[in-house]
């Protein structure tokens, strides 16, 4: 998926580590081989090419993941839409340089809702598109991927670590001194990098979205790769990242983006109606201003 994992954990002084690191990385390349965008035989990108009404076969895994965002495409009222591929790729996100014309083509114009027009058989896994929509799971598969490497360490009974790709975390238990797993949040800064804050976690993951870290510049004017559904283009506005924490970093890796796109207002009060922790922060007047929304997950706490 075009970046790193790593995992950190303990365990007896006997144990080999050599079959878990094997496990661990053919759990990550599963979810490479059938969701990357950058791959052109992934099942993804199979399911992309497909014609319209089609049944397409497809991989339990790919199926989860499909299934989850949609349903939080749902209940974002479409901010998070995992149909979002032409716009990427049309801003210079994909596998291709920004294209002008793709741009005007996507930009401003009405497009479908993904979780009203693509149909999910799970019991058969099966997939198809009631009209033409470019899936892209940038915006969840890394989380899923932090979720399926926490599941092996568990398949080898290992109860304290911390699992992390791309910045997205999962943590379980402790570390050995009894204190909890200490995560940097980074300060949205485009130049450099620098924690605005620490977060400790036990049994619990983290995902960031937000706009200082992957951006192109067009005629001067530096745009995110988040993209607005709505707009068909990258987010403007005041939001400069949204963290969200839940039990699953699939779960917090699809609410950070969401949040992301609904923007502070409306992200505040979707996060507080789903009972979310998150945390926002904007940009206001050359200073970051944090709003914390929930945030009382376990033994989770913000220094």
Same mark, same amino acid.
């Given at each position: 998926?075009?970046?790193?994992?790593?995992?950190?954990?303990?365990?007896?002084?006997?144990?080999?580590?050599?079959?878990?690191?094997?496990?661990?990385?053919?759990?990550?390349?599963?979810?490479?081989?059938?969701?990357?965008?950058?791959?052109?035989?992934?099942?993804?990108?199979?399911?992309?090419?497909?014609?319209?009404?089609?049944?397409?076969?497809?991989?339990?895994?790919?199926?989860?993941?499909?299934?989850?965002?949609?349903?939080?495409?749902?209940?974002?009222?479409?901010?998070?839409?995992?149909?979002?591929?032409?716009?990427?790729?049309?801003?210079?996100?994909?596998?291709?340089?920004?294209?002008?014309?793709?741009?005007?083509?996507?930009?401003?114009?009405?497009?479908?809702?993904?979780?009203?027009?693509?149909?999910?058989?799970?019991?058969?896994?099966?997939?198809?598109?009631?009209?033409?929509?470019?899936?892209?799971?940038?915006?969840?598969?890394?989380?899923?991927?932090?979720?399926?490497?926490?599941?092996?360490?568990?398949?080898? *009974?290992?109860?304290?670590?911390?699992?992390?790709?791309?910045?997205?975390?999962?943590?379980?238990?402790?570390?050995?001194?009894?204190?909890?797993?200490?995560? +940097?949040?980074?300060?949205?800064?485009?130049?450099?990098?620098?924690?605005?804050?620490?977060?400790?976690?036990?049994?619990? +993951?983290?995902?960031?979205?937000?706009?200082?870290?992957?951006?192109?510049?067009?005629?001067?004017?530096?745009?995110?790769?988040?993209?607005?559904?709505?707009?068909?283009?990258?987010?403007?506005?005041?939001?400069?990242?949204?963290?969200?924490?839940? *039990?699953?970093?699939?779960? +917090?890796?699809?609410?950070?983006?969401?949040?992301?796109?609904?923007?502070?207002?409306?992200?505040?009060?979707?996060?507080?109606?789903?009972?979310?922790?998150?945390?926002?922060?904007?940009?206001?007047?050359?200073?970051?201003?944090?709003?914390?929304?929930?945030?009382?997950?376990?033994?989770?706490?913000?220094?």
């Amino acid at each position: 998926m075009g970046t790193r994992w790593s995992a950190q954990f303990h365990a007896p002084a006997v144990t080999d580590p050599d079959p878990i690191h094997a496990a661990l990385a053919e759990s990550v390349d599963v979810v490479d081989r059938q969701m990357s965008t950058w791959k052109p035989d992934s099942d993804l990108m199979r399911l992309n090419r497909a014609p319209v009404g089609e049944w397409v076969p497809v991989p339990a895994e790919l199926m989860e993941v499909l299934a989850r965002g949609t349903e939080i495409g749902r209940l974002s009222e479409g901010a998070f839409d995992i149909g979002m591929g032409d716009v990427v790729t049309a801003w210079g996100f994909g596998t291709h340089d920004a294209d002008e014309s793709a741009m005007r083509a996507v930009l401003g114009h009405a497009r479908p809702v993904t979780h009203e027009v693509l149909d999910l058989d799970g019991e058969s896994l099966r997939v198809r598109k009631q009209v033409p929509v470019t899936l892209d799971l940038s915006g969840i598969a890394k989380g899923y991927a932090v979720d399926r490497m926490m599941a092996v360490l568990g398949r080898f *009974e290992i109860t304290n670590a911390l699992v992390g790709l791309d910045g997205e975390m999962r943590a379980r238990g402790l570390r050995p001194d009894g204190r909890p797993w200490t995560i +940097a949040l980074e300060r949205p800064d485009y130049e450099k990098r620098a924690a605005l804050s620490i977060l400790e976690l036990e049994d619990a +993951a983290v995902a960031t979205s937000g706009d200082y870290r992957h951006w192109i510049d067009v005629s001067g004017q530096r745009f995110s790769h988040t993209m607005d559904p709505a707009r068909g283009g990258p987010l403007s506005g005041t939001l400069a990242s949204v963290t969200v924490l839940a *039990e699953s970093c699939m779960e +917090a890796d699809a609410w950070a983006t969401g949040l992301m796109v609904l923007g502070v207002q409306y992200g505040q009060e979707l996060a507080q109606d789903l009972r979310l922790n998150a945390i926002f922060i904007e940009r206001t007047n050359k200073t970051l201003r944090q709003i914390r929304v929930g945030w009382s997950h376990g033994q989770t706490h913000l220094n």
